[in-house]
């Protein structure tokens, strides 16, 4: 008996060490992707997020100085690259496509080396065109960015690195810069988030305390410490690094997070030189405690971009490595498999053909398949595509539209129950090391074939719940669709309506509402396309709802104001295709 366990033993680890070869194949050139990140420090950024919201998962890749970025429509047969900033050389860092101005389409933030970060309006029909919006042109170099509402006002604020000793010897820094729904303020001293004096890679905004208010975790190179900034709700954050046991003094680059072990409290992965990468596994939102030695994931090697992503589509996040080692003699990249609770992780093994100098990664689906495919950015080495070749588990796809919430939906956890087991996944806009993965979760499901329910808790503490989805399907959901257009907001939650419509920066691209603000006269919404409109929903200040029509078919709607009385409105249009687009109104009686 005890030889056969033996045995049996070993042919799950060999099974496992198959895996990551196996699973993900190199389609770079059936892709016709004809991009290298060339020189520059650390490399450069990767999205795969759909940055023209036809529903299919993009790709844009960071160029060194003197090379544009790569921007790769994806066409559902084949990706298509697009000429949208051939101006733009500089050394570019983090790439973040992000709906700032929630007017339904991604704008564009980038961080540079050696120059000002940039940041790019949408009109829509992607003409990024450059504004600044009260950022500063310093010409400082910054690595990692990240998005998030820290303040849950319904607007992204935006966190990132400055470092800036080696260009005139003043201290590294960070910066938060809040979102009025017109500009930011950089209100970074005032909120205690200035992190000074040591050498910032990247950030993310996290909740590890489950109090759904966004923290702020970075990871610091030279052995400077990392930093767990705790939302005190008011504004202000505290510096938890210590009380929570995530001060760790290493090489720190990366910062990624998910729920490995399923408990509900959501963990961090950071990558470092030979010493081994730390996993930080959350202890009830109290404190954590490192645990990659124990778990087998430390790597050991010069590491670089992370990432969780259930690559089996099992129900359990897996975790890949990429590292900057060439040869295959060298630790150059992992893929560790999760098997919680009977197996967590894996030793891991690399996937064939990836042990070139790589520095970043990100995740997708790119073939749309419901297998979470990785994209990867090399120096000096051309960019990779690994595509999942996928399996029999069963999948659910998510993605989320808010409404008073911000519209790209960040900072919701999304908990998914099947099968008597749980899921957790918290949305962001930046991971990794300067990576940003799809804003459509993938949820697998292994061979279960029924969903027991889909909670959505959105940033405003509003939550969604879908009973019973069907399996292998993408869920577009809006905040407020499950329950009635009704959005109940937590007492703490205060809502940024703009004061002055007309002086909106914002392009309404689709839509426009005329006259507004209006008295008794009705208010008109023109559907400057003639698209495709399946409702359009009118919500109060408090999120409930006061108007509703389905089915419109004209090029002129009339809301009647006689059914709505004085104060702020926000209009949300819903078209055919799933996507919506949101509008302030005044009305004045």
Partial sequence: MCRLYFLSIQLIFVNFASYSQNQFVDKTLDYRID????????????????????????????????????????????????????DLKEEVKHILWVDFDNDGDKDLFLTLADNYNRIYLNDGNLNLSETQLGFSKDEYTSFGACWGDYNRDGWLDLYYGLRRIEKDGLPNISKLHQNNGKSFFDITISSGTEDGGKTPFCSSFIDYNNDKWPDIY????????????????????????????????????????GDCNNDGFFDIYVSNTEVGNALFLNQNGQIFSENAAEKGVAFNSVAWGTNFLDGDNDGDQDLYVSGMLVGSAAINSRYYVNQYPDLFYTSGTKIVSDTVSSFNNAIGDINNDGYPDIAVINVGYPSFIFQNTGGNNNYLKVKLIGVLSNRDGIGSTITLYSNGKKQYRYTQCGVGFMGQNSDTEIFGLGLSEKVDSLTIQWPTGHRDKLINPVVNKKYVIEEGSTTNGEIILDPDVNILIIE???????????????????????????????????????YDISGRVALNINQPDKKYIDLPSSQLTSGWYIVSIRKCNGATETLPLIITK
């Avoid at 002055?500 to 023109?526: C, L, M, R």
């Fill in 218 to 257: 970075t990871a610091h190179d030279r052995r400077r410490g990392n930093t767990l900034l705790k939302n005190n709700k008011d504004d202000t954050f505290s510096d938890v690094s210590v009380a929570t046991g995530t001060d760790l003094k290493m090489d720190g680059m990366s910062v990624s997070y």
């Fill in 500 to 538: 002055n419509v007309a002086d909106q920066i914002y392009k309404v691209n689709q839509f426009s509402i005329f006259p507004n603000p209006t008295g008794f006269e009705d208010p008109i919404i023109e559907n400057k396309f003639d698209l495709c409109v399946s409702s359009i929903t009118v």
């Fill in 35 to 86: 991009h290298s990140y060339g020189t520059g420090t650390a490399g450069g950024g990767v999205s795969f997020v759909d940055f023209n919201g036809d529903g299919l998962d993009d790709l844009t890749l960071a160029s060194s100085k003197g090379q544009p970025i790569s921007f790769f429509r994806n066409a559902g047969n084949g990706l298509v690259k697009l000429n949208l900033l051939p």
